[in-house]
């Protein structure tokens, strides 16, 4: 059973479209980290939410932690080919220390 | 500020053989991780330390894995011996303290074939 479910699993656009990945759990997070990781790369992080209902803007991506902190969204505008890559979103659920990654949503863009 | 190293960055073995990886963290983090992350997967957290003490390693199959980081520093994790379903990258990550705002800085892993 994954603690954090990330949809959509794959997504293959094109070049300036629009698109959102969600990451929801039935747990409540002290706080959500996004990564991004490439092939043969470690994640590197993007942002971490720690506020119920906090966005937080990053150039072209917006991410936004929900008000009851149990779910997270990112949206990217106008997509772009660097963009491509595994999108993980990752927390500690309650008082955890644990760490928990979703299964992640792999984005193509195409030029 | 160096990051996260690892070594081999790519290993190839047969099944039942033995293996060790290696990571350096970040200078002053207190926290070290290792994952597993199988292909098109996100990374499953394999144990975790606290300067040299282990907070969590329940989802570490002891009957094969160990892991030890013994002056709180760098680490090593073993497989032995390796069955084929342990094809994946293992990757090492550190954050400066558990308690914190959950940042992780990854290493760029250990690709392991197991044949």
């Known amino acids: 059973t994954q603690l954090l479910e990330q949809s959509p699993q794959f997504l293959s656009i094109q070049e300036g479209e629009n698109l959102t990945v969600y990451c929801n759990s039935s747990s409540v997070f002290s706080s959500l980290q996004w990564y991004r990781q490439e092939p043969g790369e470690g994640p590197v992080l993007l942002v971490t939410?720690?506020?119920?209902?906090e966005v937080k803007k990053l150039k072209r991506l917006t991410f936004q932690f929900g008000d009851a902190r149990k779910d997270s969204s990112l949206h990217i505008t106008a997509a772009q080919p660097g963009d491509t890559g595994l999108y993980l979103c990752a927390g500690e659920a309650g008082r955890s220390y644990i760490p928990t990654f979703g299964r992640g949503t792999s984005l193509i863009v195409h030029p | 500020e160096a990051g996260v190293a690892q070594s081999p960055r790519y290993k190839i073995i047969e099944k039942r053989q033995s293996v060790a990886f290696w990571c350096n963290p970040i200078s002053g983090h207190a926290t070290l991780y290792w994952y597993q992350q199988i292909l098109g997967q996100g990374p499953k957290l394999l144990i975790q330390f606290q300067n040299n003490g282990v907070v969590d390693d329940s989802q570490l199959p002891k009957d094969r894995f160990s892991a030890e980081r013994l002056k709180g520093v760098d680490s090593t994790l073993k497989i032995q011996p390796a069955k084929l379903e342990d094809s994946a990258v293992y990757l090492c990550?550190?954050?400066?303290?558990?308690?914190?705002?959950?940042?992780?800085?990854f290493g760029p892993g250990t690709r392991l074939t197991v044949l």
């Open positions: 990550a550190s954050s400066l303290d558990m308690a914190g705002s959950g940042e992780q800085f």
């Open positions: 939410v720690v506020t119920g209902g």
